[in-house]
């Protein structure tokens, strides 16, 4: 062990944010309008050095920023304060035991000690993870907004920025309201692999129907068409169609890929940092859809940079997740991202940052400006 990782964590401090967003967005299971809620973590070490953590949740989907915050603040922090941060797998073991559930809290804490190692040890945290694999990572933009074309004037200039990727969130307003964007993003641009994600927004009674008629426009893949516990009739559908079906909502951790694959549910998942309870999970489930032959995407939650950080890392030391990612929020869906530099996109690619930890930091005058409540704790 080296002197530097015998440090011991001696602050933990948290802040419940409210980020203002540019525009509604419909999705299957819920809205999204005025603002995204995160928790931030920041651990501290005896040395000074920082690192920095997101739980991004959506209530809805993964579970509500409460839940988070007080999983992170009551029942995770006696696990970590004042425990050295070369024992970070015992802190992460123990810290995760003591509450169930709670994956974007599990994901925060994680992402904030391989951080912390990573500035301390002056490695960047995919070195952490194994190595990069994908230094840059096709970047997906997703289409949700109520008024197409607004969408329609985004996808001009994402086009015009390089994105080649977008994702149309169907199953909201209508099949026809689907089908008629599907056919009008396919003649306005060919050139542009098109998917589709319904967020289990299809009943048991029209799925197959609709995900056969979508299916006909050649979307890349169609992800999660019903509910997330439907894993028979993800099966059947995926058998109705020729094109991927991509399981997110179904699978979040590895326990449930085992599921998945033992059923037969899907072609491909998402992969989310959110999902999984940390980098590693995640890891673990790209891991388990290789080796049975599926495919993985980089799906995120509503994150800010901060988290996508944690998602880019992961997928950087990741080359079982081929399908791209989804971080396009902290450039194109927040009013203003809590980062002190923009999350690195270039030519519709995400750039994994070289620098220690997660190679930028969070601005402690944004936190201060967002922040709905926040506590400071540190080491008896
Ligand atoms: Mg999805």
Same mark, same amino acid.
Request: proline share 6%; net charge negative; glycine share 10%.
């Given at each position: 062990?080296?002197?530097?990782?015998?440090?011991?964590?001696?602050?933990?401090?948290?802040?419940?944010?409210? !980020?203002?967003v540019v525009?509604?967005?419909d999705?299957?299971?819920?809205r999204?309008?005025?603002? =995204?809620e995160v928790?931030?973590?920041? !651990?501290?070490?005896?040395?000074?050095?920082?690192?920095?953590?997101e739980?991004a949740?959506?209530a809805?989907f993964?579970g509500?920023?409460?839940?988070s915050?007080?999983?992170?603040?009551?029942?995770?922090?006696?696990?970590?304060?004042?425990r050295p +941060?070369?024992?970070?797998?015992?802190?992460?073991?123990?810290?995760?035991?003591?509450?169930?559930h709670?994956t974007e809290?599990k994901a925060?804490? *994680?992402?904030?000690?391989?951080?912390?190692?990573?500035?301390? &040890? $002056?490695v960047? =945290?995919?070195? +952490?993870?194994?190595?990069?694999a994908?230094a *840059?990572?096709?970047?997906? @933009?997703?289409?949700?907004d109520?008024?197409f074309d607004a #969408?329609?004037?985004?996808?001009?200039?994402?086009v015009?920025?390089?994105?080649g990727?977008?994702?149309l969130? &169907?199953g909201?307003?209508?099949h026809?309201f689907d089908?008629?964007r599907?056919?009008?993003l396919r003649?306005?641009?060919?050139?542009? #692999?098109?998917?589709?994600d319904?967020n /289990? $927004?299809?009943?048991?009674?029209?799925?197959?129907?609709?995900?056969?008629?979508?299916?006909?426009f050649?979307?890349?893949?169609? *992800?999660?068409?019903?509910a &997330?516990?439907q894993?028979?009739?993800?099966?059947?559908?995926r058998?109705?169609?020729?094109?991927?079906?991509?399981?997110?909502?179904?699978?979040?951790?590895?326990?449930?890929?085992?599921?998945a694959?033992?059923?037969?549910i899907?072609?491909?998942?998402? @992969?989310?940092?959110?999902?999984? $309870?940390?980098?590693?999970?995640? /890891?673990?489930?790209?891991g388990?859809?290789?080796?049975?032959?599926l495919?993985?995407?980089?799906?995120?939650?509503?994150?800010?940079?901060?988290?996508?950080?944690?998602?880019?890392?992961?997928?950087?030391a990741?080359?079982a997740?081929?399908?791209g990612?989804?971080?396009?929020?902290a450039?194109?869906? !927040?009013?203003?991202?809590?980062?002190?530099?923009?999350?690195p996109?270039?030519?519709?690619r995400?750039?994994?940052?070289?620098?220690?930890? !997660?190679?930028?930091v @969070?601005d402690?005058?944004?936190?201060?400006?967002?922040? +709905?409540?926040?506590v400071?704790?540190?080491?008896?």
């Open positions: 062990m080296t002197a530097d990782l015998a440090q011991r964590i001696i602050g933990f401090d948290l802040w419940h944010l409210s !980020l203002p525009s509604r967005r999705h299957g299971i819920g999204v309008e005025a603002e =995204v928790v931030v973590l920041r !651990l501290t070490a005896e040395g000074g050095c920082e690192g920095w953590g739980a949740c959506w809805p993964t509500s920023p409460e839940a915050f007080a999983a992170l603040d009551r029942y995770m922090r006696p696990h970590v304060l004042g +941060l070369a024992r970070a797998a015992d802190i992460t073991a123990d810290a995760c035991r003591a509450v169930a709670c809290a925060a804490l *994680e992402t904030a000690l391989l951080d912390l190692t990573g500035r301390i &040890a $002056g960047p =945290v995919w070195a +952490l993870l194994g190595g990069c994908q *840059e990572i096709p970047l997906s @933009v997703s289409l949700a109520p008024d #969408d329609l004037a985004l996808v001009a200039r994402l015009a920025d390089g994105v990727i977008v994702k969130k &169907a909201v307003a209508g026809r089908l008629d599907m056919e009008r003649r306005d641009h060919p050139g542009l #692999d098109i998917r589709v319904y /289990q $927004g299809l009943g048991p009674a029209e799925a197959a129907a609709c995900v056969r008629e979508v299916a006909a050649r979307p890349g893949f169609i *992800e999660q068409p019903v &997330a516990s894993f028979g009739l993800m099966r059947r559908l058998e109705a169609i020729d094109v991927p079906l991509l399981a997110d909502e179904s699978v979040f951790g590895p326990e449930d890929m085992l599921r694959i033992a059923e037969g899907c072609d491909g998942v998402s @992969v989310k940092v959110m999902k999984a $309870g940390g980098p590693r999970r995640a /890891q673990a489930v790209a388990m859809a290789a080796a049975a032959g495919t993985a995407y980089g799906g995120d939650m509503f994150e800010t940079g901060l988290g996508h950080l944690a998602g880019a890392h992961m997928i950087a990741t080359p997740i081929s399908l990612c989804e971080f396009y929020q450039r194109h869906y !927040l009013v203003e991202d809590i980062l002190a530099e923009p999350f996109v270039r030519e519709g995400v750039v994994v940052p070289q620098g220690p930890g !997660l190679g930028i @969070v402690p005058g944004r936190l201060a400006r967002y922040s +709905l409540r926040s400071t704790r540190e080491a008896a």
